[in-house]
């Protein structure tokens, strides 16, 4: 089956510590998305790719950032984790542009959890 | 930027009873969906719904975008329902793909 996939489920780090979460997607989607949901909390958008362009939202901190090397992979660089970036990392996908189908629609991966110690 | 207001904040239901759940929206959207994250913390996708009315089994779904608003429905919940549901849009005016959460309804049901 097509889905998206987040490597690993669980990641400790240490404070300070680069720390690189990785997802990959089958649906050949054009659009990847990295979320950060802290406890009780809904998603928020941290950034993402329409095909190699990168999109920052205006607050994300600068702390975060992205790689996109192809279609299928996109990976969330932390380069210093502070304890306030503990959360649920997910990612997700939407076919987008002249792609017909399914059209915007975004697919999730199970997440990443994230603690900092 | 939008505000998406969800309610209830949450739900406690008995095994077999329905429920509805609101996703009201300050601004016109499109792209609509509702998703419910399990336990475990995986967003799932219930429906796409921009305008309309959707089934899927016990779930379903209405939008009435003139109005700003989107309902769920469960009938005959099972404690697999159990989790929280949350809606998102994406408003028209928009340039590029964000969607934009509400704050989720938590709901709970009990055997």
């Known amino acids: 089956d097509a889905m998206v996939i987040q490597n690993p489920r669980y990641q400790v780090t240490q404070f300070g510590k680069p720390v690189t979460l990785s997802c990959s997607q089958t649906?050949?989607?054009?659009?990847m998305y990295w979320y950060q949901q802290k406890s009780s909390q809904a998603p928020k958008l941290l950034f993402h790719y329409y095909d190699k362009d990168f999109n920052n939202e205006a607050d994300t901190p600068d702390n975060f950032q992205s790689r996109r090397p192809n279609t299928s992979f996109c990976f969330l660089d932390i380069r210093s984790p502070g304890l306030g970036d503990a959360a649920m990392y997910l990612c997700a996908t939407s076919a987008s542009g002249g792609q017909l189908v399914a059209k915007n629609i975004q697919y999730f991966g199970a997440g990443t959890r994230l603690s900092v110690l | 930027g939008i505000q998406v207001e969800q309610s209830p904040p949450d739900l406690i239901l008995q095994e077999g009873a329905n429920s509805t759940l609101r996703c009201n929206f300050s601004d016109s959207v499109n792209n609509l969906q509702w998703f419910h994250q399990n336990p475990w913390g995986q967003l799932i996708n219930l429906f796409y719904i921009p305008s309309g009315t959707k089934q899927n089994g016990r779930l379903s779904a209405t939008t009435v975008a003139t109005e700003r608003y989107s309902l769920l429905y469960i009938s005959s919940s099972q404690t697999t329902d159990s989790g929280v549901y949350f809606c998102?849009?994406?408003?028209?005016?928009?340039?590029?793909?964000?969607?934009?959460f509400g704050g989720g309804t938590r709901v709970l049901v009990k055997p």
């Open positions: 998102a849009g994406r408003m028209i005016k928009a340039a590029g793909n964000k969607l934009t």
């Open positions: 649906l050949n989607h054009n659009v």
